[in-house]
């Protein structure tokens, strides 16, 4: 019996993990973030995978069977690599979901007019991995992206409420809507951006349904373990949290309680422990 491990390359992970809990409260829960080599969105395809793999072995070494990407661009970038290549090697019994896949599996059920927008990172937004899955489910369905490289700033310095955020908020929403009049359905695809809901939703104008990504992996979560019987028998439920960075403990403490909504304790993972 082991915990759920939840990845993300920094702090963004925090809200999907804040809305798995609120979902499944019953199980054992790992967050491990990468904030000392966070942002993995410029990096390169082989660094993300290589980073990637290594905390989710150690996630794998601390007790987790199952390990959610809760992060876009290892998602985007690393993800399909780890399953099919990776873990039949080093942990066949073992599993790894990201948080792309639940969103585009919900999006052409939203839309009404088949055109949806998608706001990411660079990394994310040059990987295709949107419009690519949404098109495997939904072939019908337009798709149109943009990167809003100034967000994850805003929201990681805590401006994202100060008045200063409504330029970066206005044109960026108004650049992914001038690519088409029909969007009716604007995907937020970084982990960062629920944090600045309340500013999205006052630029866009009615009739636009935004998707944030947390409710739509918890309910993918549960509905996944109800598939799996044989992998949720594996988890233990004993209502608990433990915060693991590759970085400075009480800079996460932080940041985590902007993301997590309220302070907790972490921990400093110690990499040779788990080799």
């Known amino acids: 019996m082991g915990p759920i491990g939840v990845f993300d390359s920094g702090y963004g992970g925090l809200t999907v993990l804040k809305e798995i809990i609120a979902e499944l409260p019953q199980y054992e829960y790992i967050y491990l973030g990468?904030?000392?080599?966070?942002?993995?969105?410029?990096?390169?395809?082989?660094?993300?995978?290589?980073?990637?793999?290594e905390c989710v072995q150690k996630l794998f070494d601390m007790g987790c069977p199952l390990v959610i990407l809760a992060c876009n661009t290892a998602s985007a970038k690393a993800l399909r690599t780890i399953q099919q290549?990776?873990?039949?090697?080093?942990?066949?019994?073992?599993?790894v979901l990201g948080v792309?896949?639940?969103?585009?599996?919900?999006?052409?059920?939203?839309?009404?007019?088949?055109?949806?927008?998608?706001?990411?990172?660079?990394?994310?937004?040059?990987?295709e991995s949107y419009?690519?899955?949404?098109?495997?489910?939904?072939?019908h369905v337009q798709t149109y992206q943009l990167a809003c490289p100034m967000w994850v700033?805003?929201?990681?310095?805590?401006?994202?409420?100060?008045?200063?955020?409504?330029?970066?908020?206005?044109?960026?929403?108004?650049?992914?809507?001038?690519?088409s009049p029909g969007?009716?359905?604007?995907?937020?695809?970084?982990?960062?951006?629920?944090?600045?809901?309340?500013?999205?939703?006052?630029?866009?104008?009615g009739g636009i349904t935004v998707l944030s990504q947390g409710k739509l992996v918890a309910h993918s979560l549960k509905d996944y373990l109800k598939r799996h019987p044989e992998m949720e028998s594996r988890l233990s439920q004993n209502d608990?949290?433990?915060?693991?960075?590759?970085?400075d403990t009480a800079i996460f403490d932080r940041m985590a309680e902007i993301f997590f909504g309220k302070a907790v304790p972490s921990e400093k993972i110690d990499w040779k422990q788990h080799e």
């Open 34 to 53: 990468d904030n000392a080599r966070a942002p993995y969105g410029n990096r390169g395809f082989d660094t993300i995978h290589a980073y990637t793999l």
């Open 85 to 95: 290549h990776d873990l039949p090697k080093i942990a066949p019994d073992k599993r």
């Open 100 to 127: 792309i896949r639940p969103t585009t599996e919900m999006v052409g059920t939203i839309t009404q007019t088949g055109e949806v927008a998608i706001l990411a990172t660079n990394g994310t937004v040059a990987s």
């Open 131 to 139: 419009p690519i899955e949404i098109k495997k489910f939904f072939p």
């Open 153 to 179: 700033p805003l929201v990681e310095n805590n401006e994202h409420e100060n008045a200063g955020a409504d330029f970066f908020v206005k044109e960026y929403i108004d650049k992914i809507l001038s690519q």
């Open 183 to 205: 969007i009716d359905t604007l995907v937020l695809g970084c982990t960062h951006y629920p944090l600045l809901m309340k500013k999205i939703k006052q630029y866009l104008p």
């Open 240 to 247: 608990s949290r433990r915060f693991f960075t590759t970085d």
